[in-house]
């Protein structure tokens, strides 16, 4: 009786090693998301000057990246321009949408300026600062309720997007739990595995 439980533990381990090396192959060749080299940046481009009352793009154009990323924003602006959700931007970047992300910004009644700071993350690589901006508020700029006037650039992307705060996704089932030599053991590889030795321990089982 403990010879053949022993000999059904044996098994499992074993079938168990050959499940996770064998969808590890299969889930990192087709569900690894990001590919990110450390190399990638985000531009953020506004215009130089727009009426007030008028709404105007923000474009933010992903430079330098690999075939798949994917990257975080978090963008504030001072000064009355107003982002749709507000002063604050929290939002992300898919390699599956595209370079660019396009965010419609509202500019204040009256005369001035707005400043713009944030930052931005390109998957576990270390936050970056963007460049502080500025637009002047003023009714001699060009215009109106278009693209936003001069200055703005980098606008061929997916199109002007009503953008409402997103945050960031904290649960990935990429996400590498542990290693196994170079091979990397993800949550959803753990979860089948798991599911797989419960399945084949039920049928050995009955034997």
């Known amino acids: 009786m403990y010879k053949m439980a022993e000999k059904n533990i044996i098994w499992i381990v074993l079938i168990g090693i050959v499940v996770v090396l064998a969808l590890g192959g299969m889930l990192q060749k087709n569900y690894n998301v990001f590919a990110i080299t450390g190399?990638?940046?985000?531009?953020?481009?506004?215009?130089?000057s727009v009426?007030?009352?008028?709404?105007?793009?923000?474009v933010y154009q992903a430079v330098g990246i690999s075939e798949?990323?994917?990257?975080?924003?978090?963008?504030?602006?001072?000064?009355?321009?107003?982002?749709?959700?507000?002063?604050?931007?929290?939002?992300?970047?898919?390699?599956?949408?595209?370079?660019?992300?396009?965010?419609?910004?509202?500019?204040?009644?009256?005369?001035?300026?707005?400043?713009?700071?944030?930052?931005?993350?390109?998957?576990?690589?270390?936050?970056?600062d963007f460049p502080d901006g500025s637009v002047t508020i003023s009714s001699s700029a060009p215009g109106g309720t278009g693209s936003g006037g001069e200055g703005t650039?980098?606008?061929?992307g997916t199109g002007?997007?009503?953008?409402t705060e997103t945050d960031i996704p904290t649960f990935n089932l990429n996400m590498v739990l542990f290693k196994i030599g170079n091979f990397d053991v993800t949550i959803i590889i753990l979860i089948i595995t798991l599911v797989s030795l419960a399945f084949l321990s039920r049928i050995i089982g009955k034997r």
């Open 39 to 48: 190399n990638e940046n985000l531009e953020r481009n506004i215009p130089s």
């Open 51 to 58: 009426q007030p009352g008028s709404s105007f793009n923000v």
């Open 68 to 128: 798949k990323y994917g990257a975080s924003i978090v963008d504030s602006v001072q000064g009355g321009c107003r982002f749709p959700a507000g002063i604050t931007l929290k939002s992300v970047m898919l390699s599956s949408e595209g370079d660019t992300k396009t965010i419609r910004v509202t500019a204040p009644p009256s005369a001035g300026a707005c400043t713009f700071s944030g930052d931005y993350k390109f998957g576990t690589s270390a936050i970056k």
């Open 153 to 156: 650039t980098g606008t061929t």
């Open 160 to 163: 002007t997007e009503t953008e």
